[in-house]
């Protein structure tokens, strides 16, 4: 299963987007996620988290698990601590941005760029721009489930071996 994790400040947007991937309608209402919560999809986990370490959460196991971390931002600044705190952890993981509104955010696009990180804009409100990123994020999980094909197909493999060579003697 591949395992996306949605990071980003407070009020970024990580459960609103979340909770749009799994249709629900969008609302303006707020409440704050206290604990990793999983949104379940056929071929992946989307894992929203909450934002800070105020409840002195230790989600060590769940980055290390990670394939995917979805940055949500909806400010423009040059850098970005969490990313610096889980990179400098477990470097070489996959990341993508997603800008949240309509801004031009010069100085995200300018950061995802230095770091290879692809980039996407959207606007929940207006459902705009969701679409291509569950296309993108559902293609990276479908190849990771084709790079590992289930334990079974190997079981399988012996038993085609087995037969073969006894045929052979
Ligand atoms: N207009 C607009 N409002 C948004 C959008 N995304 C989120 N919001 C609003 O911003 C507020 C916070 O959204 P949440 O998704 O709960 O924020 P969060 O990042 O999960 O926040 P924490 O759980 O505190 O970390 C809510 O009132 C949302 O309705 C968006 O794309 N457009
Ligand atoms: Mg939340």
Redesign the pocket.
């Known amino acids: 299963m591949y395992n996306v994790t949605v990071l ?10 979340c ?1 749009q991937l799994s249709g629900s309608k ?8 206290i604990e990793v919560t999983p949104y379940y999809f056929p071929t992946m986990t989307i894992h ?5 370490n105020r409840f002195g959460c230790n989600n060590d196991t769940l980055y290390e698990h990670t394939d995917l971390f979805l940055l ?1 931002v ?1 400010d423009d600044q040059t850098n970005s601590n969490i990313y610096n705190k889980i990179d400098k952890e477990w470097p070489n993981k996959e990341w993508i941005l997603l800008l ?2 309509g801004g031009a955010f010069h100085m995200r696009r300018r950061w995802a760029l230095t770091k290879d990180i692809r980039v996407f804009q ?5 459902d705009n721009g969701l679409t291509p990123i569950l296309d993108y994020i559902y293609d990276l999980s479908i190849r990771e489930l084709s790079a590992q094909p289930p334990v079974v197909d190997l079981r399988l493999g012996w038993e085609y071996l087995d037969a073969l060579y006894s045929s052979c003697v």
Do not use: H, Q, R, V
């Open positions: 980003g400040k407070t009020c970024s947007g990580k459960t609103a987007f909770e969008f609302t303006t209402s707020y409440l704050k996620t929203d988290t909450p934002s800070g949500i909806n949240n509104g959207f606007d929940m409100k207006t």
